[in-house]
């Protein structure tokens, strides 16, 4: 058995979706593997004076999640072996650590954007602490 459980992190992205793209890729090497897409969202908060203001649920935020579960649906074809998680987070990072490791996973597919024109050498901040504080192998994919 090559991975027996693959988390994916997912944002709707295109680089989102090409980590998704490798990770079903892997996941088919092996009837018995199984894939955990992760969807990490952030409710906004605010400081004022000595307190942190958290506004009601956001409809953006929703209806943005719900926008890239719909498209996660279409995308894969056999969902028997596939489970999507969304959670909200204030680290996407962080989450999708925590995520990986309650879930026993063994590797970790997350896409990687450029920052600037320089960007290609450099990994986003998500993709970049994940690498950094992983305890299993990460697969950054381009």
């Not at 992205?13 to 199984?34: F, G, I, P, W, Y």
């Not at 897409?37 to 209806?63: A, C, Q, R, W």
């Amino acid at each position: 058995m090559l991975y027996s459980k693959i988390v994916v992190a997912y944002d709707g992205s295109e680089t989102a979706d090409k980590a998704l793209d490798t990770a079903m890729k892997l996941t088919k090497l092996d009837q018995d593997s199984r894939l955990e897409i992760l969807h990490v969202f952030n409710f906004p908060k605010y400081m004022l004076g000595d307190g942190v203001v958290v506004p009601s649920i956001s409809i953006e935020n929703t209806d943005y999640s719900k926008q890239v579960t719909d498209k996660l649906k279409g995308k894969i074809m056999d969902d028997s072996n596939v489970h999507i998680e969304v959670r909200e987070g204030a680290s996407a990072a962080k989450e999708i650590l925590a995520y990986a490791s309650e879930s026993h996973a063994d590797l970790i597919v997350v896409g990687s954007r450029g920052l600037n024109s320089l960007g290609e050498f450099i990994l986003g901040s998500v993709s970049h602490s994940i690498v950094q504080h992983a305890k299993i192998p990460v697969l950054v994919v381009k």
